[in-house]
């Protein structure tokens, strides 16, 4: 009975820990410098910020069975650029026989917004989701979506 008190106990500590490592990824962003002119574009850009021992698969991760970070922008009455994925680097892991191209640390995504001259909100808002599956070298976690929003105010 002591016995498996005790691995109960381990058990729990060592979920909890994974789960608070888990989840100590922050997704945050900015438009600019927080303004926007009706009739130009801004630049947003949105982090991904891993703790040191996470990684995170990046947009080509060149593994079929890794699942690629995400992220997605919208916004009315504005367009919306392509986001640019930043190159990861290529590691290699005792669970795979082949390299995977993964995102560590800070890694910021950027896109532009193009306001349009007839833009006559004083605030602009961005929603955006990230979907990314974070890893340590030997086990990934569930996948999960961060959403933010951005916001911007005309200048």
Same mark, same amino acid.
């Given at each position: ?17 994974? !789960? ?9 962003? &900015? ?9 130009? !574009? ?6 991904? !910020? ?7 698969? &990046? ?31 290529n590691r290699k892991f005792e669970f795979s026989s082949e390299t995977i191209n993964v995102y560590e640390g800070r890694t910021a995504f950027g896109f532009n917004i193009t306001v349009p001259a007839n833009y006559t909100a004083k605030t602009l808002r961005v929603s955006v989701s990230v979907k ?12 999960? !979506? ?7 105010? &005309?200048?």
């Open positions: 009975m002591k016995h498996s008190y005790k691995l109960v106990l381990f058990s729990a500590i060592f979920f909890a820990v994974g !789960s608070f490592t888990a989840n100590a990824q922050t997704v945050t962003g &900015s438009i600019g410098n927080a303004t926007f002119t009706p009739g130009k !574009s801004v630049r947003a850009t949105v982090v991904l !910020s891993l703790p040191g021992g996470l990684h995170a698969n &990046s947009r080509y991760p060149g593994n079929e069975y890794a699942i690629p970070t995400t992220v997605r922008a919208t916004a009315k009455g504005v367009r919306v650029g392509a986001v640019s994925y930043p190159r990861g680097q990314y599956q974070a890893c340590t070298n030997e086990v990934c976690y569930p996948p999960k !979506s961060k959403e933010i929003t951005l916001t911007a105010r &005309s200048q």
